[in-house]
């Protein structure tokens, strides 16, 4: 903790109920919709990650990127220099349709595909694999721009005075280098 932010042990407990909640309505999208969400393992569509992620879910995805085993380790870093080459396409962490590090995916990643709503724009989008035969409302849908509040108070909480964000190669480079005790 710096001198004046939350405890690590707060901020998680924060954002494990932030994450709750998106969890919760992803479930209700699921009970309410059923088959017209197609989001499963291997529909890796959505899979475009941020440029930047808040620093609570910097914290929580660089553990769960230290957590793999030095073969996926070894499997991220190659992915990773092809996705600085290939203008930041295909999520580096992911493996055969599947995200390497599913329980400490950053918000973003979590709803992908779901019906968002863009309060300032009014507007609702989804994957366009999902949705197909019925419309969402907006009731339905992630209030973004909320989560997004949400998860910038959590980190200036936290981390009072710092940027909020980091740039998601840094963050990755940097716990792998961590995992294996070198620099990348």
Known sequence: MNKTGMAEAQRTQHYTTL?????DLSSR????????IRCQKGCDSCCRPPD???LIEVE??????????????????????A??????EMCPMLHEGGCMVYEARPSICRTHGYAIFWREEEKLSWCPLNFTDVTPE??????IERLNQMLSLVTQLSWPGEEARRDLVEVIEEALGEAEGTEI
């Open 19 to 23: 994450l709750g909640k998106i969890d």
């Open 29 to 36: 999208q699921h009970e309410t919709f059923g088959e017209e």
């Open 52 to 54: 930047s992620l808040f």
């Open 60 to 81: 929580a995805l660089q553990k769960g990127l230290r957590g793999l085993h030095e073969d996926a380790r070894v499997l991220v870093k190659q992915q990773l220099e």
């Open 83 to 88: 996705y600085k080459t290939n203008a930041r």
């Open 138 to 143: 907006k009731d339905d849908a992630f209030d």
